[in-house]
């Protein structure tokens, strides 16, 4: 039951994550030229243009997943590399602002129930239960997009920043892509979780810091 609640608060933070995070891909590559994702239909916020079926299974099963990503044509930036770098970066970064922000809200409920004296009842506990999903979530994304394995937006980030380098690998990761994709899923997560567990702190404390100032 505990299993099936986590599952079900956190859908609306899944759908929240992967939305914006594939908006904001295609809305910078719109912004550099490429009109790629205009015409794809993914300048909009509705989830269903966005998620990817096994991407979004997983991440409810396993707590790693993806959306369906935003297709881009680089040859269209003016600047191929730091605006292909930018396009690949949007991402990431619009789910660790979001993250912030959910950790903010949750914090600000907490402290508003606590300060009411009021037994929170079960709209109030479903309700922070699915702000704090955003919060976790989106660490979790920020973390497992910058991998630089194919598909994820920290491969476009390497081969970017050091174009070089990336050639001379890009073969090796493709050829055993499926096979670190799965170590990953299997084992993998508890060494993944080190870098968000860190990234979690870092966000609550620095959203503590704020909110002490107004609490």
Not at 56 to 78: D, E, H, M, R
Request: charged share 15%; proline share 6%; hydrophobic share 50%.
């Amino acid at each position: 039951m505990d299993r099936l609640f986590s599952i079900l608060v956190s859908i609306p933070a899944i759908l929240l994550a992967f939305t914006c995070h594939e908006f904001a891909h295609a809305k910078v590559a719109d912004m550099l030229g490429d009109k790629t994702p205009r015409f794809q239909g993914r300048l909009t916020f509705n989830p269903i243009k966005h998620l990817d079926p096994l991407g979004t299974l997983l991440i409810l099963i396993v707590g790693f997943g993806w959306a369906k990503p935003v297709q881009t044509n680089p040859s269209a930036y003016k600047n191929y590399y730091m605006d292909d770098l930018k396009v690949s970066l949007a991402g990431p970064l619009t789910n660790l602002v979001l993250a912030f922000i959910g950790y903010i809200c949750y914090k600000v409920v907490i402290i508003l129930q606590v300060q009411s004296g009021i037994v929170p009842g079960t709209i109030i506990i479903v309700l922070i239960n699915m702000i704090y999903a955003v919060f976790t979530i989106n660490t979790m994304l920020f973390v497992f997009n910058l991998l630089p394995l194919p598909g994820l937006d920290g491969f476009a980030v390497l081969r970017d920043l050091k174009p070089k380098f990336f050639y001379k690998i890009s073969d090796s990761i493709y050829k055993y892509q499926m096979i670190i994709i799965i170590l990953i899923i299997v084992g993998g997560s508890k060494i993944i979780r080190i870098p968000i567990n860190y990234l979690q702190d870092g966000i609550a404390t620095l959203g503590n810091g704020i909110l002490s100032i107004f609490f």
